[in-house]
């Protein structure tokens, strides 16, 4: 879309009728900066320091002020503002003192990412309530920002410098191209080989994703054999053909395999260790959907949408996460959707099943944490995929512009979450739901 209206033609129809332009997103290439200009960091919080050294050490200049930088008209790429000591409301006014000049002076694309303190491990009444409002400074702030500009918020528990480390590069780079207003709560870990290669974070890994033959599926495939891990891509066996192909392309293997069937699980794990060696990345983003509204439905839509969906990421686990299953350290990552968080019309049976997903995040990141295992999930929005290019125009258009970066996203957005998620420095992230929709209106 963005391309679209890039275009002379675009551009100029898209100005006769006052339709903003989308900015073109910044988005992650592999070796490429992590971002664009100098980076504010700056709030006496107890992880600036340690972001600064780190920024200091990949060669990304920092700067604890931008006097200097709106003298001169120089842009700033990021501000990082750490909150994380702030225990009165009083406080806050930080945001305004040392956060406004830079928003001022930021660039294309650029990024603002606050660090806090999970206020759910705060006692102290002001302090929890101190810490709680930057949620609501971050999703206002991210309404305002134009030119593809995110802000995002990172909430500690702990002494978690590498998850918020891991958490303020992800935000940072182009692989969050697509994901603003949102908050994600991190913990210590005790992970310490935290010694990867950049380039190819995921490698030496097995990486199993269900859905794969096409769309957002194939694309996390993609993702994952790019940064490194060997994927086993799988699908029912009607898309045989289009699986192989990714298979070939991502130079893994590909399992024919309907992940409702009984054994589906078993057959799974089978795999990826007689063929691979391991099972360390699961991916559950097989998902259909069978649209009517609730007076209409019938048996047969709800029943199958509820089965692939939710029940059978349930049962796939029952071996997944069993005897000779996925490894301690492991990553398991669940595709929901924004309709299982604010619903949507003519889906109840899919907002059901999304929903549910959501829920079993929150419940089995807590029962398999003392083994390492991280359980999260993505929530995409308004992504363009054959599935949307099949809604009408009027419509498209409308999703495509009910969020804050006034775009469709790509399945890409999806999977460099889901990259993330899986990286070894993520250990510390674990029962998070991140939306990937660009702020859309929906559940907002």
Same mark, same amino acid.
């Given at each position: 879309m963005a391309d679209l209206f890039s275009s002379i033609v675009g551009s100029q129809v898209a100005k006769r009728v006052g339709v903003p332009q989308p900015t073109r997103l910044r988005r992650?290439?592999?070796?490429?900066?992590?971002?664009?200009?100098?980076?504010?960091?700056?709030?006496?919080?107890?992880? #600036?320091?340690?972001i600064a050294a780190w920024l200091d050490g990949l060669g990304i200049p920092t700067v604890r002020n931008v006097d200097d930088q709106t003298r001169t008209g120089t842009t700033v790429g990021a501000v990082v503002l750490d909150l994380s000591a702030a225990t009165d409301p009083s406080e806050l006014d930080q945001l305004r003192v040392l956060g406004a000049p830079a928003v001022k002076a930021l660039a294309r694309n650029g990024r603002v990412v606050l660090v806090g303190t999970d206020p759910a491990t705060v006692t102290d009444v002001g302090a929890s309530a101190t810490q709680r409002a930057l949620e609501g400074v971050v999703r206002?702030?991210?309404?305002?920002?134009?030119?593809?500009?995110? =802000?995002?918020?990172?909430? =500690?528990?702990?002494?978690?410098?590498? #998850?918020?480390r891991s958490a303020v590069e992800f935000f940072l780079s182009g692989r969050s191209a697509y994901v603003d207003g949102q908050a994600v709560r991190v913990g210590t870990s005790t992970r310490t080989d935290t010694d990867t290669?950049?380039?190819?974070?995921? !490698?030496?890994?097995? !990486?199993?994703?269900?859905? !794969?033959?096409?769309?957002?599926?194939a694309e996390i495939a993609r993702v994952l054999a790019r940064d490194g891990a060997t994927v086993v891509a799988v699908d029912v066996p009607p898309a045989g053909d289009a699986l192989a192909a990714v298979a070939n392309e991502v130079k893994g293997t590909a399992l024919q395999v309907d992940v409702t069937a009984d054994g589906a699980g078993r057959r799974i794990v089978e795999h990826a260790k007689g063929r691979h060696g391991s099972l360390d990345i699961v991916v559950h983003n097989?998902?259909?959907?069978?649209?009517?509204?609730?007076?209409?439905?019938?048996?047969?839509?709800?029943?199958?949408?509820v089965d692939v969906n939710l029940r059978s990421i349930l049962r796939m686990?029952? !071996?997944?996460?069993?005897?000779?299953?996925?490894?301690?350290?492991?990553?398991?990552?669940?595709?929901?959707s924004i309709a299982g968080i604010a619903g949507n019309r003519g889906q109840t049976n899919y907002g059901a099943?999304?929903?549910?997903?959501?829920?079993?995040?929150?419940a089995l990141s807590e029962q398999v944490a003392d083994r390492g295992i991280t359980v999260n999930a993505v929530a995409p929005g308004f992504i363009e995929t054959e599935m949307t290019a099949r809604i009408p125009f009027a419509t498209r258009e409308i999703g495509r512009r009910m969020n804050s970066l006034q775009q469709g996203g790509q399945p890409r957005d999806v999977a460099e979450t889901i990259g993330w998620f899986a990286q070894p420095g993520a250990a510390g992230v674990t029962g998070q739901v991140v939306r990937v929709c660009g702020q859309s209106l929906l559940g907002a």
């Open positions: 992650h290439v592999p070796g490429g900066p992590l971002c664009e200009g100098p980076v504010l960091v700056a709030g006496g919080g107890r992880f #600036a320091e340690g206002s702030l991210a309404k305002e920002l134009r030119h593809g500009a995110t =802000a995002n918020l990172v909430l =500690a528990s702990g002494d978690a410098r590498d #998850a918020v290669d950049p380039l190819r974070p995921l !490698a030496g890994k097995v !990486a199993v994703v269900t859905g !794969a033959a096409r769309g957002i599926g097989a998902g259909i959907t069978r649209d009517k509204l609730f007076v209409n439905m019938d048996e047969d839509r709800w029943g199958a949408v686990n029952e !071996a997944i996460l069993g005897e000779g299953g996925i490894s301690d350290d492991g990553r398991i990552v669940c595709v929901a099943s999304k929903a549910g997903v959501i829920g079993l995040v929150t």
